[in-house]
């Protein structure tokens, strides 16, 4: 069986023992929050385009789709 130590090469394994991965788990927090304020920006302006053209749609333009 593989042991997790085994994973990892030696420095790293190392800096993480003494380190207490305090750096590691930090890095991922902060990627993590970068995504998150990433996707909200984009959800964002996807809602006010949307609202925007809605509000702004001229009806002779519009296609009347009768499925």
């Known amino acids: 069986m593989i042991h997790l130590s085994m994973l ?3 420095t790293c394994r190392v800096s993480m023992i003494e ?3 305090d750096a590691a788990g930090w890095s991922i927090f ?3 929050i970068v995504i998150l304020a990433m996707l909200g920006t984009i959800a964002f302006f ?8 809605k509000e702004h749609l001229d009806p002779a333009l519009n296609d009347h789709y009768e499925g």
């Open 19 to 21: 380190g207490g991965g």
């Open 30 to 32: 902060f990627l993590l």
């Open 46 to 53: 996807m809602f006010r385009i949307a609202r925007r053209e």
């Open 8 to 10: 990892a090469c030696s």
